[in-house]
């Protein structure tokens, strides 16, 4: 069965350092998502991506953060100078519509920022 | 953010019993609503969704039952399998505008399920 796979699983970095989160959504899908949980909080939606365009960004999603398709199947997600409170698991997800579809999520990157 | 609510952090049930976890919802727009389960350290996996255009959806052991009139959706799990032990969110989408597909998730419950 197809799935969605993010890499690294885990990722330790110092504040103030640049990180790239990877994805590879699931190969037919359309519309590209992140996510993250912190610790005991909601998941929450940071950004969703379709035909190489962000479609839509949540407050949270302010200039440290980007995301890419620099090829046909990955999607990444940049943090340009990270902070001690984005530490958070950090979910892919993707679907093949947007709205009423589902989206899958993958396994998670769990951040660490030092 | 509390546009979902789910109101019971935890809920504990007897193999073979039904487990009925709850979730409320303030956003009228909504009109896709999903189950994920979750385990530690991975990601949600979906388990089932509706569509506001019903009330109703089955597949095996899980129901979603949707009461739009109380903004409230139920997950029924029947009979409940000490497997099914783990974190259960609800979430939701809304339809139209500029959202595309944005998902708002309830915070969770905990499910656990005796042998």
């Known amino acids: 069965e197809p799935e969605v796979t993010q890499t690294p699983s885990h990722q330790v970095t110092q504040m103030g350092q640049e990180v790239i989160l990877r994805c590879v959504p699931i190969?037919?899908?359309?519309?590209f998502y992140w996510y993250r949980q912190i610790l005991g909080q909601k998941v929450e939606f940071l950004v969703s991506?379709?035909?190489?365009?962000?479609?839509?960004k949540s407050e949270i999603f302010d200039d440290q953060f980007s995301v890419e398709r620099p090829d046909g199947s990955n999607f990444t997600l940049k943090i340009r100078s990270t902070k001690l409170e984005d530490s958070a698991m950090y979910f892919c997800?993707?679907?093949?519509?947007?709205?009423?579809?589902?989206?899958?999520f993958g396994p998670g990157t769990r951040l660490t920022v030092l | 953010d509390q546009q979902v609510k789910q109101n019971s952090p935890s809920l504990s049930v007897q193999e073979g019993r039904i487990s009925i976890l709850n979730c409320d919802y303030t956003?009228?727009?909504?009109?896709?609503f999903l189950w994920y389960k979750k385990y530690p350290a991975e990601g949600p996996t979906f388990l089932i969704s509706?569509?506001?255009?019903?009330d109703k959806n089955e597949d095996g052991r899980f129901t979603v039952f949707l009461n739009k009139s109380a903004k409230h959706l139920s997950l029924h799990i029947v009979p409940s399998q000490p497997g099914d032990s783990a974190v259960y969110f609800c979430?939701?989408?809304?339809?139209?505008?500029?959202?595309?597909?944005?998902?708002?998730f309830g915070q969770g419950t905990i499910l656990t399920v005796h042998p």
């Open positions: 997800a993707s679907s093949v519509l947007a709205g009423a579809d589902t989206q899958y």
């Open positions: 979430a939701a989408s809304a339809k139209g505008g500029t959202s595309y597909g944005k998902l708002t």
């Open positions: 509706i569509s506001s255009i019903k």
């Open positions: 991506f379709y035909n190489n365009e962000i479609s839509e």
């Open positions: 190969s037919n899908h359309l519309y």
């Open positions: 956003n009228s727009m909504f009109d896709y």
